[in-house]
């Protein structure tokens, strides 16, 4: 089955009433797990760090990152607070760290099992090497990176997962544990890839959907989709191609005031996109080609046999101009039209009977 995060992100404003509605519509849709993102805003960006085009234009306003990012931090407290209600709600609560002191905060303090890498920490390796480290399964995204990035990364977090504890990193040492047979496993057993294109919204010209195809091919490991596209119809069309992980973006109100509100799902569409992903999984079924429980009531009365094309005499040679294929299946299988010519038959038949010689 297809793992489906809703991401809520920064899309609670800085409110934690807000980000408790948030969880409440993931749950309602059917989400496996909610996701928000934590961090501590002066740790993430300097002050002369501009916003992406994407969220001046999305908020309407121009402003630094660190200005914008103070306004969408939550405390620690408000996470510890949030991970018991998504306990108490039954759905699985995530967040994507983005400074080592959110990270520990997240693995030590509220215990979480499965860890977000996004995209823009895939070439920062003391980053990395931090996630991996803490042995947790990582799901990590691949929006801008190539496939030169992401092996690179796999490096990295091949190490964190077999090295010693006294091994000194390097990149020589992350080559060497991503060529290794323990460090191939430990990528298996521990790391989701996902696509993703990191423009919000992208344009559905950006997508690139067979990417997802190259990964799997590339890397060996499970790969889905984080969809920043607008609708729902990427995300189910990867879903159909196999995505193991779907991760979408989702808001109370698309006309909130934020950098993530416009290229985000209203509550509607997420339940929309939830129910196509879980119909698209029921149809997906096997790789095995057999008839299926429910058509085979069908088989006996929609194929046909061969039949008397007219009254047939005993002991009549019988000829193409005797011989019908009909409906139902129940005579001589049409495969044997050929065979049963310039035979007598064993016994008259009325025309449409069918043939059993």
Not at 32 to 60: C, E, M, P, R
Not at 147 to 168: C, H, M, N, Q, S
Not at 198 to 210: F, G, I, K, Q
Not at 236 to 252: D, N, Q, S
């Amino acid at each position: 089955m297809t793992l489906i995060i809703a991401e809520a992100g920064v899309n609670h404003n800085g409110d934690e009433q807000l980000a408790r509605q948030l969880i409440d519509v993931a749950k309602s849709a059917g989400a496996d797990i909610v996701k928000f993102q934590t961090f501590k805003a002066a740790k993430l960006a300097t002050s002369a760090a501009a916003q992406a085009q994407y969220q001046t234009s999305n908020s309407g306003v121009a402003e630094s990152q660190l200005s914008m990012l103070s306004k969408l931090e939550l405390s620690f407290a408000a996470f510890r607070r949030l991970a018991d209600y998504c306990q108490q709600q039954q759905i699985e609560f995530l967040s994507t760290a983005f400074d080592d002191e959110s990270l520990d905060f997240l693995v030590n303090e509220l215990n979480l099992q499965r860890l977000k890498i996004p995209s823009g920490e895939i070439n920062n390796a003391p980053f990395l090497l931090r996630h991996a480290q803490t042995g947790r399964q990582l799901i990590l995204s691949t929006g801008m990176a190539t496939l030169a990035d992401i092996e690179a990364a796999l490096g990295v977090l091949a190490f964190g997962y077999t090295a010693a504890p006294e091994a000194k990193p390097s990149v020589a040492a992350f080559q060497q544990a991503y060529a290794s047979a323990s460090g191939q496993q430990a990528l298996k057993d521990k790391v989701t890839l996902l696509h993703c294109t990191s423009e919000y919204p992208t344009p559905l010209s950006d997508v690139n959907l067979r990417a997802m195809d190259t990964l799997c091919a590339s890397f060996g490991l499970a790969v889905g989709l984080s969809d920043h596209s607008a609708g729902t119809v990427v995300s189910i069309a990867a879903a159909a191609r196999g995505a193991c992980v779907i991760e979408k973006h989702f808001t109370l109100d698309r006309l909130m005031e934020g950098p993530d509100h416009q290229a985000s799902l209203s509550p509607d569409e997420l339940h929309q996109l939830i129910h196509g992903v879980r119909q698209v999984g029921q149809a997906l079924g096997s790789r095995v080609k057999t008839p299926q429980r429910s058509e085979l009531k069908n088989k006996a009365v929609i194929r046909k046999s061969l039949v008397a094309a007219r009254d047939i005499e005993a002991g009549e040679l019988l000829s193409a101009d005797c011989i019908a294929v009909m409906r139902p299946e129940g005579g001589a299988s049409p495969f044997k039209y050929w065979e049963i010519q310039s035979i007598k038959a064993s016994r008259s038949y009325k025309a449409g009977e069918p043939l059993v010689d």
